[in-house]
Nanobody, 122 residues
């Protein structure tokens, strides 16, 4: 079972990127899904989470209004649309599958993706 995060890259400050998290062997519709990020020298932190149904969504305050998490059961994929990117958004972004609801901490995740790097140039 794997979670595959993709879509990272280099973007100018103020620009946008869309990250994707797909799975081979895992039906993501059965899981709440979360995005975390980890910048160099910093702890991994919660960014956004979405429930199995998509009816409950949480965002970290630092990304509220700029990021949008969504999911497509048909494509077995979860997305993170990032807009108005800032230098402080640069990090490795990870997706996680949560079998018992959205977890905003580092605990309680059944699966983690390998991470995708977002670099923001000023």
């Amino acid at each position: 079972v794997q979670l595959q995060a993709s879509g990272g890259g280099l973007v100018q400050a103020g620009g946008s990127l869309r990250l994707s998290c797909a799975s081979s062997g895992l039906s993501l519709r059965r899981y709440a899904m979360s995005w975390f990020r980890q910048a160099p020298g910093k702890e991994r932190e919660f960014v956004a989470g979405i429930s199995e149904s998509g009816g409950t969504i949480y965002y970290a305050e630092s990304v509220q209004g700029r990021y949008t998490i969504s999911r497509s059961d048909a494509k077995n994929t979860v997305y993170l649309q990032m807009s108005s990117l800032k230098s402080e958004d640069a990090a490795v972004y990870y997706c996680a599958a949560d079998g018992e609801g959205i977890s905003t901490t580092l605990n309680g995740h059944d699966y983690w993706g390998q991470g995708t790097l977002v670099t923001v140039s000023s």
